[in-house]
């Protein structure tokens, strides 16, 4: 049985009106609403349509919606891990490959001909810095909607955090091992691993794009 327009704008109501504030969350715990009640009334035809709505929310368990903003939170979290994987693999297939070569062969080129290689590695780690700062701006004013939270936005907001994790990492690193590198020790590692963080910086920023390019789309059809 399909739901008329009111009886679908009164669940959107309703799923707003049990504390959803996301809407990303609020549109799809109110489409399996929608789905849960049709097949109830399906089933039971003479049953009051606001009955079929408890019934409908009854499926969710006795907690109600807590559970699903609980797995919704684990299953943002698993995608955009697997997102950044993936976007961190493709740098090292064509075409993205000949990016990294390029700066590998830069820096490994660069670093011999440097007098003061304290600086460059300071300034290195100063780039990570500055990816971060300028990652968490980007992901700060992506937090929201026209004003609209989303569950999905809010943790990308919280993964750029992630960059600036990077940074201090590395930091902390090159203040234990500055000696060895700046004689010209073990600088080939630490640039492998700079190299690699600065690819992972790179995939969150992007993943966090499109995510945020998804999430409009979204926001547009639906409201």
Known sequence: MKLSQSQIQYLDNYVQKSGIKWF?????LTDHMIGKTEEILTRIPDLDFEEAV???????????????IL????????????????HFKSFFTI???IITVLITLFLFGLYPRLMDKDLFFTSLI????????LFFFNAYKRKKLKNNL???LSHMLQFSTLINSI?????FAYSIFKNDLVKGNNYVFFISIWLVMFLIAL???????????????MYYKYL
């Open 24 to 28: 990303d969350l609020k549109i799809e």
């Open 167 to 171: 940074a201090i990492f590395l930091h």
């Open 203 to 217: 995939s969150i920023e992007n993943v966090s794009k499109k995510i945020y390019a998804n999430q409009k789309r």
């Open 71 to 86: 797995e919704k939170t684990k299953q943002i979290e698993r995608q955009f891990y697997k997102d950044v994987f993936m």
């Open 54 to 68: 408890k019934k409908a929310k009854l499926t969710f368990g006795s907690k109600g919606f807590r559970p699903i």
């Open 150 to 152: 989303s569950l999905t």
């Open 126 to 133: 100063g780039v990570l810095f500055i990816c971060a700062i």
């Open 95 to 97: 075409p993205k490959i």
